[in-house]
């Protein structure tokens, strides 16, 4: 049953991670119980508010009747609930105004109380309140009731009532006005379809420079979401004239003077940049030079002497104790991290990347350098550390480090980032921005696998400058060579479609079983079935979405593990499931990206909990971490960066996520065998396209 | 400028300088101190010499000023000069103390307003922390 209610807030429990649970009394006094979900009201109510609220009324077998909030919006308190709302609120605390002014208040204006209020008009109150009191109470009035307008405008206008928070905290003054006087503020948040309109609703003409300006930026944002950081003049021409639905280009070159005029975009040689992404370019390629020029009077070394026979000490103990051979190549890229400030470290999955870094700690070790290493993913992140034996972290807790003002500006660490080819270019920006002035960084990745997802391009462009140091690693170490794998990804890396025989039950190598969609999973069943004995076996997927997207593939084989098993009530788990972690929880020290498999299901009547091994730990994850994991016996062949697996199924068909890049990526996961089951052409025509990471227009260049 | 406008140390000097008046006046008319069981009779002085009675018990120069007239029986109200330099050096530490009291008092309404400055520069970083997460998140530009 739909139920809409005003009601004054009684009591509010938020929950961990957004969202609130929460009571009311509506104007007949009837107590009501809501549930909101984090997606659903974008602050936990306060108590004393008035919130007008929509949802479904279902019963809960321990709580009775309870609203899931739909829609929740605060609402202005008007008559003898301003009273209240003085009392309960907050933001009125310590001004002073208990029961007996509260009631003074409302004795001497009554319901003009509002109006007083709304209209600022401290001078008014100075009968019941001191003139410092009044201006406060004005004050904070205008404070908490703004949000309630602001919310008012975001509906009126159609956009997203979570949004409001957001508004709120960029323009927390006058934050109305600001929206009114130009509305293509908006533009910040929302598409330029929803922004226009309500500007348009708002009086605003079709040749208004403010509408002009905001058309330019909306083609260039548009842009951005295809990952483009630069659009040629032509094509930006031609997009504001549709963007502004004119129809000649003589108004779109007048938008784009006026937006150049007013600083809003950056015009380079090779086109027009949105002025974000710009200044973020401008920002990474400047700090790269100046680490690689080297800060006047810093040691660039790591050794200040003697550095040839350190470093040929450092590869003798290592080839010694391991029972290795660094090859040439390897040497080579040594020498480039203990003597360049910089260094970019390429090399396809298997070819020693982990060997050279292995030495590097240990050269940096003697020369007590503190070293940095980390990786995008969790999952990335627990293999470097594994490998090399050392800690190293995801990116993100690395920046959170600096936030703490953990890292030492004077020092000279040195960095290292490995899967660096997933960076994009806001996470480069927060990484060049953070680290100290004489960091030396190594960047290691290979630029044949995944683009990032994010937009702009910075290794893939580093690993093919002349003015970088930089490496590549060629010959394969990790997969045997029988294995067909490393010969078939390096005819991928130079586009060429390799021989790939049919399935033929467990073996070594790459094979194609041609399938439709609707036969897939068919397919991935009977695979699975000659490998049952094998272990280890991951299914990879191009996307969530569709026949042989991960969801589908998830859900049909769930429901086929766990015909008989205990079940996870009102969630789609069972014992025995491989679940991934989706979120990075540094206490638990959980990533995003971690795999593992639920063991078992503890606890009843609601109050469920999982017990799961996850990166090898057993963790317990209770029911607010529940949209924390999801099925794993599919993952996307993104989440599966930085981790290998015995075999490999990749269902392959036309996405327009499909290129070379993501069929080498999900060929290199598999280190014995790899079954790509799907459309032949797709895969044909993806591997000889040039990837997508080519075409990306960029200004960034170094 | 009225008294009551005057500062403590002022009206210090003040007094300090009536009493001396007062005592000289009493030598040139080579008359005695008004005296009680041998004692200053303070009630006496204090009408005679315009000054309040309490000044007699609580200012140091005043009592030193008597207890000299006395001393000297009556014969010369000039302080010697090792008692001019103690008094000299109380004045100093006196001017010095008042000009660390207003030193003070400028630090703190400066210190007042710097705390209100860092509240909205910490606000205003709140803010730009929050414009700079926009912006890297979608690359778009947050208007100010």
């Known amino acids: 049953m739909t139920i809409s209610a005003t009601v004054t807030i009684s009591s509010v429990h938020p929950g961990p991670s957004g969202g609130a649970i929460f009571s009311g009394r509506d104007p007949a006094g009837t107590l009501l119980r809501f549930v909101a979900d984090r997606d659903r009201i974008w602050r936990a109510p306060v108590v004393g508010e008035v919130w007008s609220l929509e949802g479904e009324s279902r019963s809960h077998p321990r709580y009775g009747d309870q609203v899931y909030v739909h829609r929740a919006t605060p609402v202005e308190p008007a008559g003898r609930l301003i009273v209240n709302f003085m009392l309960r609120h907050p933001a009125f605390d310590g001004l002073g105004i208990g029961k007996a002014k509260a009631a003074r208040l409302w004795t001497e204006f009554g319901p003009d109380l509002h109006v007083v209020l709304s209209k600022g008009d401290a001078a008014k109150l100075s009968g019941v309140l001191s003139g410092d009191s009044a201006q406060k109470l004005v004050d904070a009035w205008r404070s908490v009731t703004e949000e309630a307008r602001v919310v008012s405008f975001l509906d009126e206008h159609g956009f997203d009532l979570l949004l409001a928070n957001k508004v709120r905290a960029v323009w927390p003054e006058s934050t109305l006005a600001k929206l009114s006087d130009n509305p293509y503020r908006m533009l910040a948040f929302a598409n330029w379809e929803k922004v226009d309109r309500a500007a348009r609703s708002l009086g605003v003409t079709e040749h208004d420079p403010r509408r002009q300006v905001a058309a330019v930026e909306a083609f260039l944002y548009r842009r951005l979401d295809s990952k483009h950081t630069l659009t040629p003049r032509a094509m930006l021409l031609d997009g504001v004239r549709h963007q502004m639905q004119t129809r000649g280009l003589d108004g779109s070159s007048a938008a784009v003077e006026q937006a150049r005029n007013e600083h809003a975009i950056v015009v380079t040689g090779g086109g027009y940049q949105p002025l974000g992404a710009a ?61 360049q400030p910089l260094g970019v470290l390429t090399g396809g999955a298997g070819t020693g990347k982990t060997a050279v870094l292995q030495v590097i700690h240990r050269i940096a070790e003697q020369a007590r350098v503190s070293v940095f290493q980390m990786a995008l993913s969790g999952r990335a992140a627990q293999r470097m550390r594994e490998a090399t034996a050392r800690p190293a972290s995801t990116i993100a807790a690395f920046l959170r480090t600096s936030e703490r003002g953990a890292i030492e500006p004077d020092s000279e660490p040195l960095v290292i980032i490995d899967e660096s080819s997933m960076l994009d270019l806001p996470l480069m920006y927060s990484i060049v921005r953070v680290i100290p002035v004489r960091a030396r960084l190594l960047l290691v990745g290979d630029p044949y696998q995944l683009p990032p997802i994010g937009f702009g391009l910075v290794f893939h462009i580093l690993a093919a400058s002349q003015s970088i140091p930089r490496v590549e690693l060629v010959e394969v170490h990790r997969q045997t060579q029988s294995s067909g794998i490393p010969q078939a990804a390096h005819q991928i890396r130079r586009g060429i479609v390799p021989p790939l025989p049919p399935f033929a039950g467990v073996h070594a190598g790459v094979s194609f079983i041609e399938a439709d969609s609707s036969n897939v999973i068919e397919h991935i069943l009977r695979v699975r079935e000659k490998w049952a004995e094998c272990g280890d076996v991951q299914i990879l997927g191009v996307t969530r979405r569709g026949a042989s997207g991960i969801r589908n593939i998830n859900a049909t084989l769930h429901a086929e593990a766990s015909a008989y098993k205990p079940k996870l009530d009102g969630w789609e788990f069972a014992e025995g499931d491989p679940i991934i972690y989706v979120a990075n929880d540094y206490q638990k020290e959980l990533w995003n990206g971690s795999l593992g498999r639920i063991e078992k299901i503890v606890g009843s009547n609601g109050r469920q ?3 799961c091994s996850l990166d090898g730990v057993e963790h317990e994850i209770r029911a607010e971490e529940f949209h924390r994991i999801e099925l794993a016996y599919a993952i996307t062949v993104h989440k599966s960066q930085g981790s290998q697996f015995n075999r490999v199924i990749v269902p392959i068909f036309e996405s327009r996520l499909l290129d070379r890049t993501l069929i080498y990526t999900a060929l290199t996961r598999g280190m014995q065998q790899v079954v790509f089951i799907g459309d032949r052409n797709a895969f044909d025509v993806a591997v000889a396209a040039p990837p997508h990471s080519h075409e990306r227009q960029v200004g960034f260049s170094m | 400028m009225s008294t009551n406008r005057l500062s403590g140390r002022e009206r210090g000097e003040q007094n300090l300088a009536k009493v001396r008046e007062y005592l000289a006046g009493l030598k040139a008319a080579n008359e005695p101190l008004p005296l009680d069981d041998g004692r200053p009779n303070i009630t006496a002085i204090s009408e005679a010499s315009g000054v309040l009675r309490n000044v007699f018990y609580t200012n140091a120069g005043v009592k030193r000023l008597l207890a000299l007239f006395m001393g000297s029986g009556g014969e010369s109200t000039e302080p010697p000069a090792r008692v001019l330099h103690a008094e000299r050096q109380l004045e100093i530490k006196d001017r010095r103390i008042l000009q660390l009291e207003q030193q003070l008092a400028g630090t703190k309404a400066e210190s007042e307003e710097l705390r209100k400055r860092l509240t909205a520069a910490l606000q205003m970083l709140d803010r730009y922390r929050v414009i700079e997460e926009e912006v890297l998140k979608t690359g778009r530009r947050v208007i100010p």
């Open chain 1, 279 to 339: 200044v973020m370019e401008k920002v990474v390629a400047g700090r790269l030079r100046e680490i690689l020029g080297g800060v006047p009077g810093s040691e660039r070394n790591l050794f200040s002497t003697n550095l040839a026979s350190i470093t040929a000490e450092a590869i003798a103990s290592f080839e010694k104790n391991k029972g290795l051979k660094l090859n040439a190549r390897q040497r080579q890229a040594v020498e480039m991290a203990a003597q």
């Open chain 1, 609 to 611: 909990s999982l017990l």
